[in-house]
T-cell receptor, first 112, second 109 residues
Framework: GAGVSQSPRYKVAKRGQDVALRCDPISGHVSLFWYQQALGQGPEFLTYFQNEAQLDKSGLPSDRFFAERPEGSVSTLKIQRTQQEDSAVYLC??????????FGPGTRLTVL | AQRVTQPEKLLSVFKGAPVELKCNYSYSGSPELFWYVQYSRQRLQLLLRHISRESIKGFTADLNKGETSFHLKKPFAQEEDSAMYYCALELSGNTPLVFGKGTRLSVIA
């Protein structure tokens, strides 16, 4: 079956522009996680959902970051007024209940 | 706060040599520990987790609560083991992972 997919795979934005990153989890997976991975670092937690409920958003770096999962399936991470420090790979992962998180390929965001 | 430390950014070994990738964590409770691997041009994937106590691709890892460590070991490295390895901690089931910064393993022929 299909794994976690993310789009776009690459995004170049001018500073100040808004961007939206999409994640399609594995069908039936209840939990969905967003991570940010800066160059040379490990992934860092941003936020996560269980179905449509956002259970924890403590990792979002600022109020410019917003995530939603309105129907408990596809999720969108939105970044308003992008800054250079937002440049990173954004990873999405989904899981059922087995503790294993399945990761997507990531979206590489570059803010100029 | 919970933290995962991988002291080596890069580890180079010769093919056939033993490999040990170090991982230490700080958490007062009983976490679940994982090793994730990312091969070139592939996505991050689970290698093994401590609760399953299994060997995957010849790799094993033992959780040492006294030393708060979860080192990854393989007796004989292969070229296909070259990849980025991340140690990760989970506080309870189906919650966010806390990752280390990763160790790049390079196996030289």
């Amino acid at each position: 079956g299909a794994g976690v997919s993310q789009s776009p795979r690459y995004k170049v934005a001018k500073r100040g522009q808004d961007v939206a990153l999409r994640c399609d989890p594995i069908s039936g997976h209840v939990s969905l996680f967003w991570y940010q991975q800066a160059l040379g670092q490990g992934p860092e937690f941003l936020t996560y959902f269980q179905n449509e409920a956002q259970l924890d958003k403590s990792g979002l770096p600022s109020d410019r970051f917003f995530a939603e999962r309105p129907e408990g399936s596809v999720s969108t991470l939105k970044i308003q007024r992008t800054q250079q420090e937002d440049s990173a790979v954004y990873l999405c992962a989904s899981s059922l209940s087995s503790n294993e998180q399945f990761f997507g390929p990531g979206t590489r965001l570059t803010v100029l | 706060a919970q933290r995962v430390t991988q002291p080596e950014k890069l580890l180079s070994v010769f093919k056939g040599a033993p490999v040990e990738l170090k991982c230490n964590y700080s958490y007062s409770g009983s976490p679940e520990l994982f090793w994730y691997v990312q091969y070139s041009r592939q996505r991050l994937q689970l290698l093994l987790r401590h609760i399953s106590r299994e060997s995957i691709k010849g790799f094993t890892a033992d959780l040492n609560k006294g030393e708060t460590s979860f080192h990854l070991k393989k007796p004989f490295a292969q070229e296909e083991d070259s990849a980025m390895y991340y140690c990760a901690l989970e506080l309870s089931g189906n919650t966010p992972l806390v990752f280390g910064k990763g160790t790049r393993l390079s196996v030289i022929a």
